[in-house]
């Protein structure tokens, strides 16, 4: 075991905490999660983070050299239907974390959002373009994510902590639990599996990275650390939704008879395509797996987890 390094990982039940945990793990560190329930590992620790008296009660108690805050509401739709709970998580929780931080001195990873990117911009997304261009936020989600990362600017500027910020875009894989509030592909898939409508947007475009390929990269950045610098963890192989949708629907061998194809989302960016060339240059980002593998993947494991043969 590498006893040079100890880690937390809070939403550690999440769909990119768990696989994170486990590859940190395969890496050797001695790595605790938490979450808001209970859960069997011995080393997991039950921890609301909008809770400042249940995170400070772990921070006493173990010093952690690193902590991945993966604690977040997630999702634009999520993010306007249940406002109060991402405000407190994701705002308070974040705060929250920054007060350990500086208390205890731990360094922080944190996973943005290329929700911050905005409504508005539509060039190729490099990482200044917060400080550069009047973005509009056009969600809650995308706003929390934000106002996270001033947290995390003012912090780290009033009190010298150091913290890592990254911005994921379009993720997806095995692990993600369909519900109405996730991510496309992921209803795209369980809504074909179980003949259920879907709406594609079709002018949309989308590079996806299959998230075995996100956390290798993002695992990296605990053992290439670089204060104050922030990454786009992306692919820059863009797709239109109908692309996907019909890549899906092959691979299931059905037919698009319950698609509804509209042309723009008016609530999201028409084109994200964010550059990814400091991820590649300093954290040995790469994609290995192509879309339409991740996606025959992730039907896979769909089907084992709803009992569909």
Known sequence: MNTNKKILVTGVLGTIGMPLWEELRKRGYQVFGCDLRHYHDPEYLRCDVS???????????HKFDYVYHMAAEFGRKGGEDFYESLWKTN???????????????????????????????SGVMTE???QKVA????NDYGMSKWVNEM???????????????????????????YS???????????????????????????AFLYIDDAVRTFANICERFKSGEVYNISNRDLVDMKQVSDIIIKILGKDDRLIEYKEI????????????????????????????????QTIEWQKKVYGIS
């Open 91 to 121: 705002a308070v929780g974040t705060k929250n974390i920054l007060r350990a931080q500086e208390k205890y001195k731990f360094r922080l990873i944190y996973p943005s959002s290329s929700e911050v990117y905005g409504t508005a911009y």
């Open 265 to 296: 989302d008016a609530t999201a960016t028409l084109v994200k395509d964010l550059d990814n060339s400091k991820a590649l240059r300093d954290l040995d980002h790469k994609k290995t797996i192509s879309l339409e593998e991740g996606l025959d």
């Open 151 to 177: 947290q995390i600017m003012n912090s780290m500027e009033k009190f010298g902590t150091e913290t890592v910020r990254v911005r994921f875009s379009n993720v997806y894989g095995p692990g993600e639990y």
């Open 51 to 61: 809770e400042y008296r249940q995170l400070d009660r772990i921070f006493s108690e």
């Open 180 to 206: 109405d509030y996730r991510s496309v592909i992921c209803i795209f898939i369980y809504r074909t599996l179980h003949n259920l409508p879907y709406t594609v947007y079709s002018n949309d475009k989308r």
């Open 128 to 130: 200044d373009v917060p």
């Open 135 to 138: 973005v509009r936020l056009g």
